[in-house]
């Protein structure tokens, strides 16, 4: 019984201390907006997948590697990039799907004596689904994306970096480019 005891005793301590280390947990944001414009109008814009310049006022240009690969340079200081693979087009769904290969690194910092990069976005392992459909005599568009955290290790984590940083980051992206793709579309 003693025994019994001592290993309850010991689960109730160790238990929470392995629950709170741990590093970066899936995310995820979606959004959606609705656009006064025919869904084949807004799905031919959507699914160019080399032209998302046309619309998303972050990116200042693009750049096909191949026919599934595009280098998005934005348009902020340092013209960081990122680089995009499609993974998927199905036009009876009206559905894309791509994910981020790379991105440039726009500085390094020491943290908890070791370099730690900053990407363009905070994220790793990101992947992304948009999605329109037929609504009230126009469309409505959903961007969804999943991903983790960029700095990879457990808290503490630095500035910029934490799970909501990261989420912030993408409903930013995500809700620009939404709402310029509904301005350009509805000119």
């Known amino acids: 019984m003693k025994k019994f005891l001592h290993f ?3 689960a109730l301590i160790v238990v929470p201390m392995v629950a709170t280390a741990h590093g970066p947990s899936r995310q995820q944001v979606k959004e959606t907006i609705t656009i006064n ?6 799905w031919a814009m959507v699914k160019d997948f080399g032209a ?6 972050a990116v200042a240009s693009v750049e096909m590697k191949d026919e599934k690969t595009r280098v998005l340079t934005l348009g902020s200081e340092g013209s960081p990039t990122i680089t995009e693979e499609l993974q998927k087009v199905d036009d009876e769904k009206m559905m894309l799907i791509y994910k981020i290969k790379d991105m440039s690194v726009v500085k390094t910092i020491t943290f908890n004596s070791k370099d730690t990069p900053y990407f363009t976005l905070p994220v790793a392992t990101y992947k992304s689904w948009m999605t329109v459909k037929a609504v009230d005599g126009g469309s409505e568009v959903q961007w969804k994306s999943k991903f983790y955290r960029s700095f990879m290790d457990n ?6 970096q934490s799970d909501s940083d990261a989420v912030d980051t993408i409903t930013a992206v995500i809700t620009s480019g939404l ?3 509904k301005v350009v579309l509805e000119k």
Not at 37 to 42: G, L, Q
Not at 52 to 57: A, E, V
Not at 155 to 160: A, K, N, R, T
């Open 8 to 10: 309850i005793i010991a």
């Open 37 to 42: 414009a025919s869904p084949e109008k807004v």
């Open 52 to 57: 998302i310049d046309k619309w998303h006022p």
């Open 155 to 160: 808290p503490p984590v630095p500035e910029g």
């Open 179 to 181: 709402e310029n793709l």
